[in-house]
Structures are given as C-alpha cells and as structure tokens.
C-alpha cells in the first residue's frame, strides 16, 4: 500500500504541474486570438481582393463558416458557450450600450477621431453599398473581434484580468489604426467599455451586442452623411 512518504512527493507536484497546464493554455489562447484573425483577414483578402463586390456568397459563407468553426472550439474547450440571452443579459446589454453611444457621440461631437480603419470605411462606400461590405462591418467584424479578442485573448490568455482588459483594449485600438494619440486612446477607451462588459457579465453576448449595434449605427448613419 502507498504510504505517507510515497504520496507526499506526488501531491507537492501537483500545483507545478497544474501551474504549467495552466501556462500552456493561456499561452495557446493569446496566440489563436492573435493568429485566428490575421487568417482571416487573409482569406478574406484572397476571395476579394479588397473589393466587396467581388465574391460577395463566397466571403459571407467563408466567414460565417470560419466564425462556427471558432466559436465551436471555444464551447468544446469551455471557454466560452453562448447561451439563449436572459433578461439579465439584455438588460446589462442596454446598460453597457448606452454607456458606449454616450461616449461615442461624446468624442464625434468634440474630439477629431482619425484612423485608418474609418478612412478605409469611408473609401469603400465611395464606390457604393454591398452586402457583404454591410455585414463585414455591421456584424462580421465585430463578432470577430469579440470573440478572438474579448474570448481567446482576454478571458481565455489573461482569465477576464484587469490586465488582460488592458492588453486587449489597446490592441483593439491598433487594430483600427488610430492617426494620433488621442484616437489611438479614444478606440482603447470604447474597447475597455466592451472588456469590462464582458468581466461582469461573464458572456460575450453583453460586447458582441455592443458592438455590432455601434457598427451598424455607423453604416446607417453613413447613408445620412455621405
């Protein structure tokens, strides 16, 4: 039979090994949130080139498909299961939208916010409105982000730390190529109002909501004002 001294050294092993398992999966998670969506950036590239009239079923079925898939690992791993909303999970949906319009139309009224990412946007529906580049903006893009980001990277590589808040908000920002320092802190400031969203709600439901409603309030307000 195992004796004191025989389990002893088993049992002090544990928490070192436990220690590792647990860097290891931090260190996976922080690398697909980061590699996942340069992939697909990089096939959506491929279907069309840049132009959103090109390819417009294969790029919206492609990234329907690449988006299952993902949020499929993310439920077989337990790291994230989208679950039907309760009225909890509205409610702190409107709280958390509300809280980001208000920013929003905070900084559009008294900050002059540039970057790449809205310019981008901008040249795209020069040429005209297509489906796909409607849902790429409104609804793709920000289900993308929230997952790879918001998911994998801060709850899944920093466990919902403020740290992890911190790290992923300023990448959400360079995602969006700010021109200047005070819109790199503005996008910085909306991404710790969809991370913190997320650290209290304990769904992505609560900032994917969020953002595709911000999204599409920016392509109907487009129509207005271009």
Known sequence: SL????????????????WKDDCVERIKYIVLGLLLPISFGILRYMINGGDYFKNEILLISMATLYLWYSFRYARKTNLEEL?????????????TFLISQLFYYTGIQF?????????SFAENISHGYSLSLMLSVSVISPIEEELFLRGFV??????????????????????????DALSFIYYALSGF???TSYKYSKTLWVPILCHIGHNTIIVVRSFFYT
């Open 111 to 119: 900050l002059q916010i540039q970057s790449d990412s809205s310019a």
């Open 193 to 195: 109002i969809y991370g």
């Open 83 to 95: 679950e039907i909303p309760t009225k909890k999970i509205i409610g702190q949906f409107l709280v």
């Open 154 to 179: 801060q709850k899944g590589g920093f466990r919902n730390s403020w740290l992890g808040i911190f790290l992923t908000s300023s990448f959400f920002s360079l995602l969006h190529v700010p021109n």
């Open 3 to 18: 004796s004191r001294k025989s389990i002893a050294p088993m049992l002090a092993g544990w928490p070192e090994e436990m």
